[in-house]
């Protein structure tokens, strides 16, 4: 558990809410602030914080979602995916995880407190991000399109474009929500 926890360093930041163009993307600045320990084996694919514990999801052969000790970088709850998933990104809403797969066009979703899986559902795209507005679940697909999904249907029900200029800018990952701003890296 030598390795360490780096968050993004290059962000997107779009206009999520406001129902106009996709905004310009720019880079911005960040500091580190400090070093927490972290499993060197896990492929991240999502990392959320709720309730101040961290919860994060793996990708590749043997892919996982866990609730991890921040201070000692232990996973204090986990489940692990079937071998033919390939775990991305991961949302919390409702007292729920909802877990996106990358190419099985397949989400699950799990009870926060005890990690039971409670449902599954279906999407026609890659999974790769998804965040929360605390109303929808916004969720990427490697390309320029960012989707807003209902929460009761798991429907599409808003889609916006990622433009630089004129450029479409495609490979939008890890997404989270602040202050009105979906924030993305670009794998």
């Not at 899986?117 to 990427?140: A, C, P, Q």
Request: glycine fraction near 8%; aromatic fraction near 12%.
């Amino acid at each position: 558990m030598k390795s360490f926890f780096y968050i993004t360093i290059l962000l997107f930041v779009l206009s999520a809410c406001n129902g106009k163009k996709s905004k310009e993307a720019k880079t911005i600045s960040y500091s580190i602030k400090k070093i927490f320990p972290h499993d060197q084996k896990a492929y991240i694919q999502g990392l959320t914080v709720a309730d101040g514990k961290l919860f994060e999801s793996t990708g590749q052969a043997g892919s996982w979602i866990a609730e991890v000790d921040i201070a000692t970088g232990n996973q204090d709850k986990k489940v692990i995916l079937d071998k033919k998933y390939f775990g991305e990104g991961i949302a919390i809403l409702n007292n729920k995880i909802y877990q996106l797969t990358w190419k099985n066009h397949t989400g699950f979703i799990y009870d926060l407190k005890n990690f039971n899986k409670i449902g599954e559902f279906r999407y026609n795209h890659e999974g790769w991000g998804i965040t929360t507005d605390n109303k929808n679940l916004i969720v990427s697909d490697g390309t320029s399109k960012i989707r807003f999904l209902d929460t009761l249907s798991l429907q599409s029900v808003k889609e916006i474009v990622v433009k630089e200029g004129d450029v479409l800018v495609d490979q939008l990952n890890e997404l989270e929500f602040i202050d009105g701003f979906i924030f993305a890296n670009q794998y």
